[in-house]
């Protein structure tokens, strides 16, 4: 009776149509701990002149012992919550465009939204500070704003981040248990797995956060507990318990985050890195038949998932032939010309 009293105070916030008003005095009149419920719950919820103004438009009087029949309960805030979501579930519409959310015993207002792309897809989103998340293929991100931090969740894939600046809201992406912060700059963050994250500052610099780790820095290896700066121009290379930073050009830079030109651009990558890259972009499947063709250095521009231009380029530029046994299924191998050569 109490989930129906719920559901039912929440329509009554919403507003009634004709066919609800119907089912309303249907469930009404089953039963006098109904009334006596609804009356509760909205008194909990600081939603009793609702209620009563629905009442007193229908016509129906309000009992004085109402309230007097059921004591209100305390409710924790973690508690009326849990019950908030579970009616926000069964009615299946959000109540509020915002939740309330707590920071060090302060109420802040937040908000969440979840975009994400899909395989070969890349897409750009001006989030509701100012800053640019672009996502790359197959990726998500969950972003949660309030008025103390701006906090980017990369479950999957890449997002390269630039930074609107506000020093007093600061902005953070999580990915796995790696925290990177920043307030005005702009980063590129690949999640290649659970344990294997990489992350391109190309303007500005961050702080990255992380359990015990040996960090790697120009050939010398020390023991990192705390943050990590990063700033332009460095990039960071996290696998499990250890990392390495290393300084790339800006041509480097730009090859690494062509993707959001939506162009891969190689300089003599070996084709089984380069397949591998592909890979990301396209549902097409490939195998090397040959371990010499995969180590064959590939140089070139390609718009992302044009297959058709990769294996142009292989046949006429590096004798590579190709077969498709199967629809999705590539397989490249040595020409003739080049095993004899």
């Given at each position: 009776m109490r989930e129906e009293a719920s559901i039912w105070v929440v329509r009554l916030m919403e507003g009634l149509s004709a066919e609800q008003e119907q089912q309303f005095f249907v469930w009404l009149g089953k039963c006098r701990d109904h009334k006596d419920l609804l009356f509760e719950l909205a008194a909990t919820w600081d939603e009793l002149g609702i209620v009563e103004s629905v009442f007193g438009k229908l016509s129906v009087k309000r009992e004085q012992k109402a309230l007097s029949s059921f004591k209100l309960k305390s409710f924790s805030v973690a508690a009326l919550m849990l019950v908030c979501v579970f009616i926000v579930w069964q009615v299946g519409s959000a109540i509020y465009g915002s939740i309330s959310t707590f920071y060090s015993g302060?109420?802040?207002?937040?908000?969440?939204?979840?975009?994400?792309?899909?395989?070969?897809?890349?897409?750009?989103v001006t989030l509701s500070d100012g800053s640019i998340a672009s996502l790359n293929t197959n990726s998500r991100i969950a972003v949660h704003f309030s008025n103390a931090i701006r906090k980017v969740e990369l479950s999957r894939g890449e997002g390269m981040f630039e930074v609107k600046h506000d020093n007093m809201r600061p902005f953070v992406v999580e990915a796995g248990n790696i925290t990177i912060r920043a307030v005005g700059t702009?980063?590129?963050?690949?999640?290649?797995?659970?344990?294997?994250?990489?992350?391109?500052?190309?303007?500005?610099?961050?702080?990255?956060?992380?359990?015990?780790?040996?960090?790697?820095?120009?050939?010398?290896?020390?023991?990192?507990?705390?943050?990590?700066?990063?700033?332009?121009?460095?990039l960071a290379k996290i696998d499990g318990p250890g990392s390495e930073v290393t300084k790339i050009d800006k041509q480097t830079i730009e090859s690494r985050l062509a993707w959001t030109s939506g162009m891969l651009i190689f300089d003599g990558q070996p084709l089984e890195q380069v397949i591998a890259e592909l890979s990301r972009y396209t549902e097409t499947k490939f195998i090397i038949r040959d371990s010499s063709v995969g180590r064959i250095n590939?140089?070139?521009?390609?718009?992302?998932?044009?297959?058709?231009?990769?294996?142009?380029?292989?046949?006429?530029?590096f004798n590579i032939t190709w077969d498709e046994p199967e629809k999705g299924l590539i397989v490249l191998h040595a020409s003739s010309r080049q095993e004899n050569d």
């Open positions: 302060d109420q802040a207002q937040s908000s969440k939204s979840v975009y994400s792309t899909a395989t070969g897809e890349q897409s750009k702009a980063f590129n963050v690949y999640r290649i797995n659970a344990d294997h994250i990489e992350i391109l500052v190309s303007k500005g610099r961050v702080a990255v956060s992380y359990p015990n780790t040996n960090l790697a820095i120009s050939g010398k290896t020390r023991v990192h507990n705390d943050d990590m700066q990063l700033t332009d121009g460095e590939v140089s070139g521009y390609f718009s992302i998932g044009d297959v058709n231009a990769l294996l142009f380029a292989l046949s006429n530029n």
